[in-house]
């Protein structure tokens, strides 16, 4: 049984907004875990949770046989690296600086960062493909090279469980199959990989689904079992037709055409404010 | 027969010269009496037209008062003592919380006959109303920011300037004048200018003494000179070592040890630690134990009363002249003072008896 | 980035060498200066062969004092200002946001008007204040869980609540207000090595330790959440960064008042000029606010001035303003976002 995080009937609260609610599964090590939701499902929520940024309400998170709260921050640095929105920007750092602080977690120097570091800095960018960003200043870099550079510092943690939450935003099409590639590659090695995507097609990359509504779990499994026509309309209110290619191993999702006038909304018609 | 009437006539003779000379005394007496009594008609007339007065007080303000004064009030501690000491203390109604000279004012104040209204720099012009004053006397330099408002609640006032000697005689003048005590006035005057004159005459024969008048420690503020501390010095007989300075600044030990004072004064009256305190911090200064002024012990430090001679710009100034006349010159004086002093009193009596 | 890395290494060599070499090249000739004539002969001479006991005295115990008084000083505004402005990722902070000077001008004005106590209780009240003022916006800031932005909010409030008190017994007090309020102004005109003593042993190893945090306060920039996954302890860091700076600061304002805008402005010009990596705006910052001080302290202290002991911080805004602008002018877009 090599379960890498075990997570057990969480449940978190904003106020008096319940965003995820009684979550429970497991990810086994060496697994990419696909996440699939509509926007405010919980996705973000529940990478936070495992990631120690939000403490749910109730339920238990188990890495690695230990319960997240039992690790000291140098710990879980070691064990899960995460790659989260909310950059918080103002301060001028180049890109590789960025990365290198990912490596602090086995810094062995008091104010240098080591060779060790910057090899490790280095290697993560050039999975990337990002390697001729290191001396830009990060806040030039357009919204796309940004994430990679982020998703760079992750890696740069070396740690054995990594999430990524819309890892795939703002890349252009070839980027983003290089990324998930990338997380293939990963995970090959042993990682336990948690992604969340937007991008249907895409979970083909994953080995298990995982599918968020309302902060509850619809629906979990093979991507091929789990996507279907029924899920499509349920979790997203999209009619669309959903066919898996075997050969190909590559879902082809088209969206139904719809009725005459239903894709101009009523209150946006010829004459009025906007439509004029 | 002959005799009988040479003697009849020597005595009709006499009768008659007495009683001539009694009328001729009593005319005189009648006459004198009769100017007498112009003189005083004239007197009253005279004393009737005194007021109203115009006068022009330190903030170039023209003011009139209309009658005498009866119920003055004071913003200010020197200006209480002018009062007192030109003898319309029994008009004083109210006064500054700090005024405290002379002694039988805590009485006064005690029984309330006089009022406490404010401090000096937070005055409280309302409270001054509630007197119903004739006159209220301000320091122009502080208060003039509530000539405005004792104006706006219908009240006469008048502002002296107290930052030097010539002020205070100015200011005796003026508010005898005011009060019409100009007899008092002059007579104060005098004896203030005589007590400066004898101090003067002591003094000048011996070279001026360097001295480091003080009036806050940590920071050191000294005097320059334009302050009332730096003219007292220069009438004492002293020379202010920074008195090329105008006004109050800061010094820093480095720029007293250059100028070596030989005489030490800390005035603290504001300043509230013990004198011993004081010393102490003086001698733990950098540089000071090199001081003349510390090596032969003429270090002064004046507290409470004598602290208020040395800085209020009043009446007192002959006795401020006499003390620290001794304190820079005890060789004119013969009296030697101790280190620190607060009640000085019998000092100053010693030092002008000689 | 290899090649970037390693000119950083090297840049910061360079750089500390500069500001050391001038730093100590300032202090040396702040010795020259003051209003006791002296030549560098002189005071040579009265350093290491005293002749004359006035001058070995005003040397040795009240210029060497003073100018060490006024570089450690700055060098810990410099670094403490760098810190607060990296754990409240605000720009505009500065050593004394946390209340720090209101708390300790309170405490020594209620020490300079208590009779019975001495005058050298004062800094202790002083510092006393300054880090009560603090505690109590700690305090405030936990109950409101509002992250750094609440806690300058709790450092404004305590602040002005001091502030106002003071303000009231200065109108009480007016007579001594004047005496008071030249020792808040700032000043290093009662130095002596009494204070040296209590100030360095307490504020060197405090900064010190800043300046060995000064890589993980880059990481407390990305704030607490992402530093936190990093692997350090962000919470307690930014607790202890916070109480250590306030400590030095507080020790060093107890002593010679309150100094504005070497704090605020000293790492600023290390970020326009050099990076914006803590471990340049720390050691330099605090190098450069020393260096500001002091040539401040001496222009006070110079014959060539004409009014005297003025107060320090107002020297150190007059020079130091028309450099800042400058440098905001020709690369203010540093801090465009």
Redesign the interface.
């Known amino acids: 049984m090599a379960c890498s995080i075990v997570v057990s009937g969480i449940s978190v609260r904003f106020d008096s907004a319940k965003i995820l609610d009684g979550v429970k599964f497991r990810v086994k090590k060496g697994e990419v875990l696909g996440i699939l939701g509509p926007n405010g499902s919980g996705k973000t929520t529940l990478l936070r949770c495992i990631a120690r940024s939000v403490r749910p309400v109730s339920g238990r998170i188990v890495v690695f046989g230990r319960p997240t709260e039992e690790y000291t921050s140098e710990e879980y640095s070691k064990v899960v690296s995460a790659m989260l929105p909310s950059w918080p920007g103002g301060f001028s750092m180049k890109a590789y600086e960025i990365v290198l602080m990912g490596c602090r977690n086995r810094s062995r120097g008091l104010w240098w960062e080591g060779e060790e570091e910057m090899k490790a800095a280095e290697e993560a960018l050039r999975l990337l493909g990002a390697l001729d960003l290191s001396d830009r200043d990060f806040d030039t870099l357009s919204s796309g090279e940004q994430r990679k550079v982020l998703i760079a510092k992750s890696l740069a943690q070396r740690t054995d469980v990594i999430l990524l939450d819309e890892p795939t935003a703002y890349l252009d099409l070839k980027h983003k199959f290089e990324v998930m590639n990338l997380i293939r590659a990963l995970a090959e090695l042993g990682k336990t990989i948690l992604v969340s995507l937007h991008e249907l097609e895409l979970v083909s990359y994953c080995d298990k689904l995982l599918v968020l509504k309302g902060g509850k779990i619809v629906a979990a499994g093979k991507p091929d079992e789990v996507l279907s026509e029924k899920l499509l309309e349920e979790v997203y209110g999209v009619k669309a037709h959903v066919r898996w290619d075997r050969s190909l191993n590559y879902p082809l999702i088209v969206p139904k055409v719809p009725k005459e006038g239903t894709i101009c909304p009523r209150s946006i018609s010829k004459g009025n404010f906007l439509g004029s | 027969m002959k005799e009988k009437k040479l003697l009849i006539a020597l005595i009709v003779g006499l009768f008659l010269i007495n009683v001539a000379s009694v009328a001729y005394t009593t005319s005189r007496i009648h006459n004198l009496q009769n100017k007498y009594t112009a003189l005083e008609r004239k007197l009253s007339v005279m004393r009737e037209s005194y007021y109203p007065l115009l006068v022009k007080d330190a903030l170039g303000r023209v003011v009139t008062i209309s009658s005498e004064p009866m119920r003055i009030v004071s913003g200010a501690p020197s200006i209480t003592e002018i009062l007192f000491a030109i003898g319309a203390g029994e008009k004083v109604v109210g006064v500054d919380k ?1 005024s405290d000279y002379p002694k039988e004012l805590s009485a006064l104040k005690e029984n309330g006959k006089i009022v406490t209204v404010g ?4 005055l409280e012009p309302e409270r001054v109303a509630a007197l119903r004053p004739d006159l209220v006397l301000i320091d122009a330099s502080l208060q003039s920011k509530f000539v405005p408002a004792l104006e706006e609640l219908g009240l006469t006032v008048i502002a002296v300037e107290s930052k030097s000697v010539a002020d205070i005689l100015k200011n005796i003048q003026l508010i005898s004048k005011v009060t019409s005590k100009l007899e008092e006035g002059a007579e104060v005057i005098e004896n203030l200018n005589n007590a400066m004159r004898e101090v003067s005459q002591k003094v000048s024969p011996l070279p001026p003494a360097r001295v480091l008048y003080l009036c ?6 000294a005097v320059g000179k334009d302050t009332y501390a730096d003219n007292l010095i220069r009438i004492a007989g002293g020379e202010g070592v920074f008195s090329d ?1 105008s006004g ?8 007293v ?2 100028a070596r004072p030989s005489i030490i004064v800390v005035s603290s ?6 004198p011993e ?2 010393l102490s ?1 003086l001698k ?4 000071f ?2 001081l003349d002024a510390i090596k032969d012990n003429r270090v002064y430090i004046l507290t409470g009363q004598a602290a208020n001679l040395l800085e209020r710009p009043g009446p007192r100034v002959a006795d401020a002249v006499f003390l620290l006349g001794c304190i820079l010159h005890p060789e004119a004086f013969h009296v030697s003072l101790p280190n620190f002093i607060s009640e000085y009193t019998c000092y100053v009596e010693k030092i002008r008896c000689g | 980035m290899w090649i970037d890395w390693k000119r950083k290494r090297l840049r910061l060599a360079v750089y500390l060498t500069l500001l050391s070499l001038s730093l100590s090249l300032a202090l040396m000739i702040s010795l020259m200066i ?4 002296l030549s560098p002969s002189q005071i040579l001479e009265a350093l290491f062969h005293p002749k004359d ?2 001058a070995r ?2 040397v040795l ?3 060497l ?1 003073r100018t060490l008084l006024a570089s450690l000083t700055g060098f810990v505004l410099g670094v403490s200002g760098g810190v607060i402005q990296t754990l409240t990722r605000n720009p505009l902070a500065d050593p004394y946001i946390t209340g720090t000077a209101s708390g300790a001008a309170l405490g020594a004005t209620i020490a ?4 019975s106590l ?2 050298f209780a ?1 800094p202790f009240f002083a510092f006393a204040g300054g880090l009560l003022a603090v505690l109590l916006s700690l305090v405030l800031a936990k109950k409101a869980r509002a992250g750094p932005i609440g806690f300058i909010l709790a450092g404004i409030a305590v602040g002005t609540f001091c502030s106002a008190v003071l303000m009231i017994l200065l ?1 009480l007090f ?3 207000a ?2 008071i309020l ?2 808040l102004y700032g ?1 290093f ?2 130095s ?3 204070k040296v003593k209590i100030v360095m042993p307490l504020s060197i190893p405090a900064v010190l330790y800043l300046l060995t945090k000064a890589r993980d306060l880059n990481l407390l920039l990305l704030g607490e959440e992402h530093a936190s996954q990093l692997g350090i302890e962000a919470g307690r860091l930014w607790k202890f960064m916070l109480a250590i700076s306030s400590f030095a600061v507080s020790v060093c304002i107890s002593f010679s008042g309150i100094i504005g805008f070497v704090g605020l402005v000293a790492p600023h010009m290390v970020r326009l000029m050099v990076s914006s990596d803590n471990r340049f705006v720390l050691p330099l910052g605090g190098l450069t606010g020393a260096l500001v001080l002091l040539l401040s302290d001496d222009l006070v ?1 110079s014959p060539v001035n004409p ?4 107060p320090v911080g107002a020297v150190t805004s007059m020079i130091g303003v028309p450099f800042f602008a400058y440098l905001l002018w020709k690369r203010g877009e540093k801090f465009g976002m």
């Open positions: 700090y401090g000096v720099t937070t806050w420690l940590e920071p050191m503020w300075r109050w600044f800061v010094v820093n030990p480095e720029e040890v250059s009256m504001a300043l509230p630690k013990s305190e004081l911090y733990s200064q950098p540089g134990e090199q | 003051g209003s006791y004539a006991p006035v005295n005003i115990n009240y210029r004092p300079l008007l208590t009779p001495p005058l004062v109108s007016s007579q001594q004047h005496g030249s020792w000043s005109s009662t002596t090595w009494t202290r009014f005297g002991e003025i």
